[in-house]
């Protein structure tokens, strides 16, 4: 950030007047915001209000990564996105509407996902990066490139009602490793699709990270860095946390053993879990079959109660995959019989088809899509959600 004190052009001045007048910002600070260049890495709950009022602010140069489209699902909470939009790549609707709303600012695209291959490429041209995503290994691997770099990783999540947000700098405080040294073990902690999200949480969150960005950018204010702040929707309340680095971190520590990115799926456990046992697979219209020949099976709901009450298969049963290890005596008729485990679109059932078959059950199988793809081949009138 050059944070040179050039004019602005006749334009600039109305349109960032309410930054100028204030003494913290003035002429100097909007420059450093034109000369900034953020990432923002994810386009969805987090990075579509980040990316509103960071081009909003002036920011100069706004990248965005993110490989995914448009689903009628995000519409609750992604508010860059309109219902014409479903379909559409989420990194071309998004460069539209900040160019819409300020010309000044410079979209830099990246429709990839991003990885320990590509990560240093697209994060090292950056000032700031924001972290705006929603798994494990992402997080780790936007830590470990943020550290190797040297840039500041501005840091929120979201889940259900609560979220947080900090600012992780190696070279003054923290890295998400001091917090955060492991991982929880795989399917541990559900993901938005799985556990849901208040729609207005991430606006809440992202305007957070983008104030602790506008403030590294401008040098003014007191950032985040060594401290946590944890919001409570419901109950509307903030909570603040003092961090502290852990001269122990294996990638900021006094001893760094983590000295380039490695593979983050296998560090949080994913490759492993996915290569114990394979889980037989059964399609819907096979299920269908089956279920049209009054065929001897147990169908398993393992999702959530709320779940069960949106959509259903009719005759399933349900054990929510929290309780199954300990409901396994419910089901012990069918050991040696042919089980069908379905949930959503598949994760939680083949965690459940993993517990059932270290449990001797010898015949299980897992439903292919889920409830999903069950609404999509057989039974369009079953809700999606």
């Known amino acids: 950030m050059s944070g040179k004190n050039d004019a602005l052009k006749p334009d600039q001045y109305q349109r960032y007047s309410r930054h100028l007048i204030l003494p913290e910002i003035g002429i100097e600070g909007q420059r450093k915001l034109l000369d900034a260049k953020v990432l923002i890495i994810g386009a969805g709950g987090l990075g579509c209000p980040l990316s509103i ?55 830099i695209p990246f429709k990839e996902r991003i990885t320990s291959d590509n990560a240093m490429r697209i994060m090292a041209p ?30 929120g999540s979201i889940f259900r009602f609560e979220g947080q947000a900090t600012v992780f700098d190696a070279r003054q405080g923290p890295c998400y490793r001091c917090l955060f040294p492991e ?6 902690v559900p993901s938005c699709a799985e556990g849901g999200v208040l729609g207005v949480l991430p606006g809440m969150i992202a305007m957070i990270q983008a104030t602790e960005a506008i403030k590294i950018i401008t040098g003014k204010g007191t950032t985040l860095v060594g401290r946590l702040l944890q919001y409570d929707s419901l109950g509307m309340r903030f909570r603040e946390f003092r961090l502290r680095k852990d001269p122990k971190c294996p990638v900021c ?16 456990g994913l490759k492993a879990e996915e290569s114990e046992a394979p889980v037989p697979e059964i399609s819907p219209v096979e299920l269908k079959g089956r279920m049209d020949a009054k065929s001897d099976f147990l169908l ?4 959530e ?81």
């Open 53 to 107: 009022y960071l081009a909003a602010a002036g920011v100069g140069t706004i990248g965005l990564v993110d490989f995914d489209v448009v689903d009628l699902t995000n519409l609750q909470r992604q508010i860059l996105y309109s219902t014409e939009e479903v379909g559409v790549p989420k990194i071309e609707v998004a460069a539209r509407r900040i160019h819409a709303l300020n010309p000044d600012v410079r979209v």
């Open 126 to 155: 950056f000032d700031v990066i924001i972290d705006g995503t929603d798994n494990f290994p992402t997080r780790y691997l936007t830590n470990d490139a943020s550290v190797l770099l040297g840039k500041p990783n501005v840091y």
């Open 183 to 188: 991982p929880p073990p795989p399917g541990m």
């Open 253 to 268: 520590g006094e001893n760094p053993t983590v000295t380039a990115l490695i593979d983050y799926e296998g560090f949080c």
């Open 300 to 303: 398993l709901d393992v999702r």
């Open 305 to 385: 109660p709320r779940e069960y009450e949106i959509a259903r298969i009719p005759g399933a049963t349900l054990i929510p995959l929290g309780d199954l290890p300990s409901r396994l005596g419910e089901i012990e008729e069918w050991r040696d019989r042919e089980i069908v485990v379905h949930c959503k679109s598949g994760p939680r059932s083949r965690k459940a088809c993993g517990i059932l078959m270290k449990a001797g059950f010898g015949n299980v199988k897992n439903l292919y899509g889920g409830i999903h793809e069950w609404a999509t081949q057989i039974d369009p009138s079953v809700p999606r959600y």
